[in-house]
């Protein structure tokens, strides 16, 4: 701990900077990554529970478990629902899903952006902070007016310290967003393996819902009874 607080006033207020930086994309790497994983999970196990329920033709069941999915992956399902229900072709059924489907793909991203930001502006903030040291270093000496490789190196080898943590953490955000980039296409993928087979599911369930019956139809029997 004591190297530790020595390195950091060496680094000065920079590496401070630095080092909230790295806090921020690691606590965004690690709250997206189990988020994005356990939507991949749930995907998966909605996708095989809507291929049973639909191959037994329970359509109430069906119905349940949309509603008890993710609010994401619910608001996809939901809308497939709403389309077979009132009976409208296949390719409409799809577009619907589909077009919910990607504001989800738009949630499922979020955060990637900020991770690659951290990333590229950390080896800045540590340049940043080795300019202010060597300029912290020449302002000593002219005020002292001691000179000499001494005191140059001295001061320079302490502000080269938020160099070295920049292009550290600059690595590291690197490195989190190609990880959390890979997991995120994988999910993306699962999402549309999804909708493409509760479509189907779907397309296959409407038949089995009772077809909701016509008030024209029903008025027109009784008139046409009391006219016989």
């Given at each position: 701990m ?29 709250e997206?990554?189990?988020?994005v994983?356990?939507l ?6 909605v996708?095989?529970?809507l ?6 033709g329970n359509?109430?069941d069906?119905?349940?478990?949309c509603?008890?999915?993710p ?7 939901t ?12 390719e ?11 504001r989800?793909?738009?949630e499922?991203?979020r955060?990637l ?19 202010l ?7 000593k ?10 005191v ?25 967003h190609?990880i959390?980039?890979?997991r ?45």
């Amino acid at each position: 701990m004591d190297k530790l607080g020595k390195l950091f006033e060496q680094g000065g207020p920079t590496l401070y900077v630095i080092a909230a930086v790295a806090a921020l994309g690691c606590g965004l790497f690690i709250e997206r990554f189990f988020a994005v994983r356990g939507l991949v999970h749930q995907a998966r196990a909605v996708d095989r529970r809507l291929r049973d329920l639909t191959a037994a033709g329970n359509v109430a069941d069906v119905l349940a478990v949309c509603n008890r999915a993710p609010s994401g992956l619910a608001t996809v399902l939901t809308r497939g629902v709403e389309a077979a229900l009132r009976r409208e072709p296949p390719e409409l059924l799809f577009a619907q899903m589909t077009r919910e489907g990607r504001r989800l793909v738009m949630e499922i991203r979020r955060g990637l952006g900020l991770l690659a930001t951290l990333g590229t502006m950390s080896p800045f903030l540590g340049l940043f902070g080795t300019v202010l040291g060597i300029m912290a270093a020449l302002k000593k000496i002219g005020e002292t007016g001691v000179s000499g490789l001494d005191v140059v190196s001295g001061g320079v080898g302490e502000a080269l310290v938020d160099t070295a943590a920049g292009i550290l953490v600059a690595i590291c955000m690197v490195l989190l967003h190609q990880i959390l980039k890979a997991r995120m296409a994988n999910a993306v993928l699962e999402i549309q393996i999804l909708v493409e087979d509760a479509a189907d599911d779907f397309s296959r369930l409407a038949p089995m819902i009772a077809k909701p019956a016509d008030p024209a139809a029903s008025t027109e029997a009784p008139r046409a009874q009391s006219a016989g």
